[in-house]
């Protein structure tokens, strides 16, 4: 199910990037007294009273010499777009100013729900300056403080209020799930097409001419699949046609609602530093990944080339080793036969269910191969292991001191479940527990 989306604008150093490192718990945004030192647009997780949601802070959006009025507008316009509630971030020391009037201006044209808070409202004595921002027209504003904590929580009541109902975008069991994703002109809709036999998706040379993403249905062979299309950009204007970070966004809402992950790359052009990150977001998800090297038929080749581009992939997606290699040609069609039974083989590697005793027969071998290490006359002690989910399949190890586990000995436990059951395609995730925990 696709998370809500919150977007958090306002002119810069009213403090967004410290209130975005308190709603998802973690310091990623770099956070400084100076004006517009966020530097990369993040995107981040937060939970509140059991409702998950996405976050972004707009302030990383760089527009390179373009003035800062634009800059602002860009981002706010971005947040209008793709946000479901929009928070609008003011600066309670300095009062209302003509650019937060400005920031207010681009947001009366919206219809997505927008939440005034203000900031840095821990001295007592700026209490009388939240009045002012009763006349920006955004209902009641919420007096907060980023650097201490105070009065989010009210703020994220507020937040969470205005979320959209939960959409049930469920599907049966036995439906694949599987979305592309990419920098763009990778050739995702032309991939999609190709798959579904048919023109759904309008495909061109100019990169971004995708619009939304959309889920469609169809059966292969008896089976059912859903395909999840994402669009590298969407609209006209410096922020889509200067920053390729906008398709980030996109993969992670389609990545949300897919068992598989399609990574495709572009033969002709071959693998960029972006592939890396946004392929990055489908590990983290947890889902089964499948590379998909696109354009095969227009790169010039011999025998040998094919092997060089596996390898050079395998050197730069190192986190990917698990992930399947298809070489295709959405526009020729060659080699396209290939790619549906291989997401049919992850998926159900990602679905995959070990019996207990077969997963401690596995540990039990790996164990007597490899005895655990010792750390200061301490040896690590694996009394068993168990499987308590899937997608991704997820095992428990019973162990005496997990702070005992080195990440080698992980590492050589996660080869040996590769080994014996397969798991081609999905990444695994193991848990270290004391036993009596």
Known sequence: MSLPVLAIVGRPNVGKSTIFNRMIGERL????????????????????????????????????????LVQI???????????????????GKDGLTNADQDVANILYRTDKPVVLGVNKMDNVKRRENLYEFYSLGFGDPIAISGAHGTGLGDLLDEIVRRFPEKSDDSYDDSVIRFSLIGRPNVGKSSLVNAILGRERVIVSDIPGTTRDAVDTVFERDGKTYVIIDTAGMRKRGKIYENTEKYSVLRAQRAIERSDVVLVVLNGEEGIREQDK??????????????????????????EKTMDAFRRNIREQF?????????????????????????????????????????????????????????????????FYATQVGVKPPTFVFFVNDPELV???????????????????????????????E
Not at 48 to 61: C, E, K, P, S
């Open 73 to 91: 507008r860009e981002q706010a316009h971005l947040a209008m777009e793709e946000a479901d509630v929009i928070l609008f971030v003011v600066d």
């Open 29 to 68: 945004a770099i956070v400084e007294d100076t004006p517009g030192v966020t530097r990369d647009r993040l995107y981040g997780e937060a939970e509140w009273l059991g409702r998950r949601f996405n976050v972004i802070d707009t302030g990383g959006i760089d527009l390179g010499d373009e003035p800062l």
């Open 277 to 302: 990150k946004i392929a990055g977001y489908a590990h983290e998800a947890g889902r089964a990944v499948v590379i998909v090297v696109n354009k095969w038929d227009a790169v010039e080749k011999d």
């Open 318 to 382: 190192r986190f990917l080793s698990y992930a399947p290699i298809v070489f295709v040609s959405a526009k020729t069609k060659q080699k396209l036969h290939r790619l549906l039974p291989v997401i049919d083989q992850v998926a159900e590697n990602h679905s995959l269910r070990v019996k207990t005793s077969a997963l401690n027969d596995c540990i039990s071998d790996a164990i007597a191969m490899t005895p655990p290490p010792s750390d200061n006359g301490k040896r690590l002690k694996i």
């Open 406 to 436: 080195h990440f080698t000995y992980e590492r050589f436990l996660e080869n040996k479940l590769r080994e014996t059951f397969g798991f081609i395609g999905t990444p695994i995730k193991l848990v270290m527990k004391k036993r009596n």
